[in-house]
């Protein structure tokens, strides 16, 4: 399996790219001041999974199929880039729903923003992240020790490393946010700013991920 020294150097590698802000981490802070708490560990958790979908797909040859191909990377880019404007462009236009959100009981409101739903939406974002498929893709075949055999249950155990350090740390920067939308709550302006926010942070980052990354 994998030895210490290269397990130890692949979860630095992967928290310095985790703590740097990117698509999964701006959605969940979007998400977190848009709907709170809840929703923002839900969409961390759909996201988590769906980023173990893509060393699922890297672990059993699907990810360097992706990194070769320039029209499978652009198009699973653009899918994501889209998807996220689309949650951003539906939270601007819900933004001043969220008073009378705030005035319902906690269950209800988990009842009406649907769990199952959130969950998905997360999970959207994570398994359609080019930052991530790009890292898995080129970076985790690097740290197996193809001497040590077993290179995928190695891969998969470098990708639970990653997603348990994405895990906590998504869910940090979702907390953080979630309390600072209590601030926000106390006033009437301040929520619909708060569902403004949200909503610009999510399109915002769909347009970034659409421009940026590889162009070869």
């Known amino acids: 399996m994998v030895s210490t020294d290269r397990l130890l150097a692949f979860a630095a590698m992967s928290f310095l790219l985790i703590v740097v802000p990117g698509p999964s981490v701006l959605f969940v802070i979007g998400r977190a001041l848009a709907q709170g708490r809840r929703a ?25 199929v992706v990194e070769r191909s320039v029209l499978v990377f652009t198009t699973l ?30 269950k209800a409101a988990a009842e009406r923003h649907g769990g199952l739903r959130t969950f998905g939406e997360g999970f959207a974002v994570g398994v359609t992240n080019p930052k991530t498929i790009v890292f898995f893709a080129a970076v985790l075949p690097q740290f197996v020790d193809r001497g040590q055999g077993h290179v995928t249950a190695q891969m998969l155990l470098l990708g639970l490393v990653f997603n348990v350090i994405a895990l906590v740390s998504d869910a940090v920067w979702g907390l953080v946010a979630a309390t600072a939308r209590g601030w926000f ?7 619909s700013l708060v569902g403004g ?6 399109i915002g980052l769909g347009v970034t991920v659409a421009v940026t990354g590889r162009k070869d």
Not at 45 to 64: K, R
Not at 94 to 106: N, P, Q
Not at 197 to 202: E, F, R
Request: zero cysteines; a positive charge.
């Open 197 to 202: 926010v949200g909503g610009l942070t999510m």
């Open 77 to 106: 880019k653009l899918a994501g880039a889209a998807y996220l404007v689309y949650l951003g462009v539906k939270a601007w236009r819900g933004r001043g729903s969220l008073r009378a959100a705030f005035a319902e009981d906690v």
């Open 40 to 64: 923002a560990l839900t969409t961390v958790a759909g996201n988590t999974v769906g980023a173990y979908v893509l060393v699922l797909a890297v672990a059993f040859g699907v990810g360097s």
């Open 185 to 191: 709550a106390r006033s009437p302006r301040r929520l």
